[in-house]
């Protein structure tokens, strides 16, 4: 079973079309990997689907890099 | 159009009855709503007696939580919404100087934020499956006026500005936003005016007859088919030449 930060890069760069290899925990979606509002609204889409949870539009405004996204996760799923 | 899960708002007569029929003859499956309950059963009987795939579904489309349990229940049943046509409306007319401000809310809740929470909570499905089209059934009124109808011109006006930004939006995620701008159509909603009035208003009609809904029906149908895929962010015009943009 692959852990979160694994599943979210895969995610991330699925979602984005970039390289998995690309993905580092500190990059930005906007600023590292090229993602526009749209996108990023829709990677937290995917995300909310992969950990079966809601995340609600304030507390995503918050994830802008792989880590947040990551801590996200992690504090507020039972995915861990 | 063929099992496109389509949802037109005010369905059970005029306009959005002639738009259902007319995507449901087209092979869309369609989900008509009515604010009554003798609405849905109206909406019902045409869909049935016409063979189309559908059903009718009571929505007050004001209500938020309606809202989002009509989309759970298209969802159960059909799936996830791709084409909207938001066609429901009402008119509270009055000169401005006596406008209530009720007169003005309503209008504004019912024939334009209706719009934008409608088109909002289709848009995630549609984002997802990139494909959508969002058609807003907007009006003559709102592109040249009309006095009495201050409210409903803002409205309907106002659908053209929404349309246009959400089209930029969505436009990378193959979902398209028109509107389309009927004139004067042969509905209860005119035939509630004066004779005279009705007969000035087609002196100023090139063409020099009412509309039929079902000349609507049919520019809807051509912006929701695979035809109009390239058409984003624009109005057709469907008013005999009484307005030429």
Known sequence: MENIEQ?????????????????????????????????????????????????????????????????????????? | MENKITLITGASRG?????????GQ?????????????????????LEKSGIKGMGIALNVNDAEQINHALQTIREKFGEVEILVNNAGITRD???????????????????????????AVLRAMMKARYGRIINISSVVGAMGNLGQANYAAAKAG????????????????????????????????RALADEFQQSLIQHVPLGRLGRPEEVASAVAFLAS?????????????????YMD
């Not at chain 1, 994830?63 to 507020?76: K, L, S």
């Not at chain 2, 109009?228 to 005999?240: E, F, K, W």
Request: aromatic content about 6%; hydrophobic content about 40%.
């Open chain 1, 7 to 80: 599943r979210i890069k895969k995610i991330v760069a699925e979602q984005l079309g970039v390289n998995e290899a690309e993905v580092k925990n500190e990059s930005s979606f906007v600023n590292d990997l090229g993602a526009d509002s749209l996108d990023t609204v829709e990677l937290v889409m995917a995300l909310e689907e992969e950990f079966e949870c809601e995340i609600p539009d304030e507390q995503a405004e918050k994830i802008n890099t792989v880590q947040e996204a990551i801590d996200y996760v992690t504090a507020n799923t039972s995915a861990s």
């Open chain 2, 226 to 242: 695979s035809a109009a895929g390239y058409i984003t962010g624009t109005t057709l015009h469907v008013n005999g030449g009484m």
């Open chain 2, 159 to 190: 659908m053209f500005g929404f349309s246009k930004s959400l089209a930029r939006e969505v436009g990378s995620r193959n979902i398209t936003v028109n509107c389309v701008a009927p004139g004067f159509i042969d509905t209860d909603m005119t």
């Open chain 2, 15 to 23: 306009i959005g009855q002639a738009i259902a029929i007319k995507l």
């Open chain 2, 94 to 120: 009055n000169l401005l100087v006596r406008m209530k401000d009720e007169e003005w809310d309503d209008i504004l809740e019912t024939d334009l934020k209706s719009v934008f929470r409608l088109s909002r």
């Open chain 2, 26 to 46: 087209s092979g869309a499956v369609v989900i008509g709503t009515a604010t009554t309950e003798n609405g849905v059963s109206t909406i019902n009987q045409y």
